[in-house]
Nanobody, 117 residues
Framework: QVQLVESGGGLVQTGGSLRLSCAAS????????MGWYRQAPGKQRDLVAT???????TIADSVKGRLSISRDNAKNTVYLQMNSLLPEDTAVYYC???????????WGQGTQVTVSS
């Protein structure tokens, strides 16, 4: 069974930084793309960033310039580097991976990020 395990969330002050990690239980070449989503209380889950199997990235306009996505193929891990954090970045951050072939989506359990003002 394919699993994604997120880590790196926590409490940080406005302007601080965090790096989230998403470790896959299989080779990340099993996925056509991986990404990060976030969901604030009472709101829908929104796409934050994606990285394709050839390393092409997309970043939501709302976080462009502050958040970035990268991956370490050898560690089967995708990262979300978050800088200059704002209170509105407070959310549960979820890792997502889309399986090649079936197109099925795999989700991690989520990691809480709280930015205090």
């Amino acid at each position: 069974q394919v699993q994604l395990v997120e880590s790196g969330g926590g409490l940080v002050q406005t302007g601080g930084s965090l790096r989230l990690s998403c470790a896959a239980s299989v080779s990340i070449y099993s996925f056509s793309a991986m990404g990060w989503y976030r969901q604030a209380p009472g709101k829908q889950r929104d796409l934050v960033a994606t990285i394709s199997n050839i390393g092409r990235t997309t970043i939501a306009d709302s976080v462009k310039g502050r958040l970035s996505i990268s991956r370490d193929n050898a560690k089967n891990t995708v990262y979300l580097q978050m800088n200059s954090l704002l209170p509105e970045d407070t959310a549960v951050y979820y890792c997502n991976a889309r399986l090649r072939g079936s197109g099925s989506d795999i989700w991690g359990q989520g990691t809480q990020v709280t930015v205090s003002s």
